[in-house]
Nanobody, 126 residues
C-alpha cells in the first residue's frame, strides 16, 4: 500500500502562484497514475489534473488548462502541481490520489483511484 501526503497549500491572493506536492511512501509512485482532485464546501469533488504512471500522458480540466502544470519528480518519489494565476474559484481542499493499475491513460473518475492523501487547503482571496 502506498501512503500519500500533500503539502504546499496556503492562503494567497488572486494572481499568485502556489506549488503543491504529493509525496509517497511505502511504494514507488512512478508505478502509479496520479490525479489531483479538489473539493470546495458544498461542492462535488472534481478532477483537476492527472498524469499516467509513465509520465508521458496528462489530462487537465478546462478550468485550469494553461494555468496549472503537473509533473513527476521520481527522484523524490513525488508528483507536483504548479498552480499559476490563481483565482478565488480555485479555493478548495486539494487531494492527490494514486491509481494502482499501470494504465497508459489518465482517468478522470475518482472511483478509479485506490489511494488518497489527507488533502491540503488552498485559499485564494480576491
Amino acid at each position: 500500500q502506498v501512503q500519500l501526503v500533500e503539502s504546499g497549500g496556503g492562503l494567497v491572493q488572486a494572481g499568485d502562484s502556489l506549488r503543491l506536492s504529493c509525496a509517497a511512501s511505502g511504494r514507488t509512485l512512478s508505478n502509479y497514475g496520479v490525479g489531483w482532485f479538489r473539493q470546495a464546501p458544498g461542492n462535488e469533488r472534481e478532477f483537476v489534473v492527472g498524469i499516467n504512471w509513465n509520465g508521458d500522458r496528462t489530462s487537465y480540466a478546462d478550468s485550469v488548462k494553461g494555468r496549472f502544470t503537473i509533473s513527476r519528480d521520481n527522484a523524490k518519489n513525488s508528483v507536483n502541481l504548479q498552480m499559476n494565476s490563481l483565482k478565488p474559484e480555485d479555493t478548495a481542499a486539494y487531494y492527490c490520489a494514486a491509481d494502482s493499475e499501470r494504465r497508459w491513460y489518465v482517468s478522470l473518475r475518482p472511483g478509479v483511484y485506490n489511494y488518497w492523501g489527507q488533502g491540503t487547503q488552498v485559499t485564494v482571496s480576491s
